[in-house]
């Protein structure tokens, strides 16, 4: 998984029939300090996330692992809200 | 899913017979704010999109998971062609 | 998928026994200018392309969605012979 | 697989259901030497593995065939500790 | 695929059980003239191949298509050793 911040949303109204109802949030990818780490991804949205919240999201076809994703064309899902990150016993984030 | 401007087609004549009927569009990636970001893409589409349009496309395994696509030879497919990019309160993109 | 020109060929013949029978290519990945665009990949030919020509190939577990390469250990493949790359009304590319 | 060495761990208490009771851990990937080799990943503990520790990860659909990640939105999996890596009879890790 | 030279092994002793048995190989990606290309990676080793030797390594959910790797939790696997690559007429290697 990777670390990342919510940023924004995306709206789609002419999609895949099957994509009906999920919601579908503009992540940056972030470091372990929190420091953006790569492209922004677009991600469907399986636990209520907001934007700036800090989040973990898989990828590939695990993103097709959850209720909401499966059987889905979603490559990304984001499937925790990150509540802390411990480095070497040093609190790099909590929400 | 990455957000991707489509900017061409690809005509291809001999080729794995599952593949008939399938329209190929170029792809180039872009970030949230409509800038290039990373090498064309070749995807299969599945919603009717033209040249120009902004969409997401979905890579892996979770691009055979469209109708046109299923157990098809394809790893990329335009699922959805987007409406609005909206990134922390402000319109990045609307069509 | 993404656009290549067939470079070359490996042979192997100490293999995983699956494997008997496919050809492997060295392809060079390009851009849709037909620039070269990342590093080299090794893909199995499911179309008879020669060296010299331009592919699209597929990645992934799409690559084992052709007849030759199911069930195989194998996670590129050549699935297609380009004829024509247009961008933006521009022909960059005709075989 | 990467070599890399776990730094840290997450905390997220909101998530998809089926991740109740995964550990998991922050990777610093690594080359041979031991030197840092791209962004941290996170990953589910399938081997009790401790921060410090050198591991090594699966990722993608692979990451979900340990008995604690299968079926699980989980696209990266620590499955062993190492105890020696060898480059060319030169020891360049040993626990 | 891609191409690789062998250049050590890995030795761990706390794995996951399905992993009883394989061997692993630290694998150094090379382009078609044998030049490095890209960071090490950890290979199951599916054709008994040595360090010294010249590879093609398949990844993701093609790395268990292999007898010894099936059901394993193996993102990457050697199932070939080369013999030749030749570009462009020219023999970039032979073994």
């Known amino acids: 998984m990777q670390l990342a911040q919510v940023i924004g949303t995306v709206?789609?109204?002419r999609k895949e029939d099957?994509?009906?109802?999920?919601?579908f949030?503009?992540?940056?990818?972030?470091?372990a300090s929190m420091n953006a780490a790569g492209n922004v991804v677009v991600a469907a949205d399986?636990?209520?996330a907001g934007v700036g919240?800090?989040?973990m999201f898989a990828s590939g076809s695990s993103a097709r692992q959850t209720q909401l994703t499966q059987n889905?064309?979603?490559?990304?899902v984001v499937?925790?809200?990150?509540?802390?990150?411990t480095v070497e016993d040093s609190l790099k984030y909590e929400k």
Chains 1, 2, 3, 4, 5 share one sequence.
């Open 11 to 13: 709206v789609a109204s």
């Open 18 to 23: 099957v994509l009906e109802g999920l919601r």
């Open 25 to 31: 949030l503009v992540l940056r990818p972030v470091d």
């Open 46 to 48: 399986a636990v209520g």
């Open 53 to 55: 919240e800090v989040v």
């Open 72 to 76: 889905r064309p979603v490559d990304a």
């Open 79 to 85: 499937m925790a809200i990150v509540d802390q990150v």
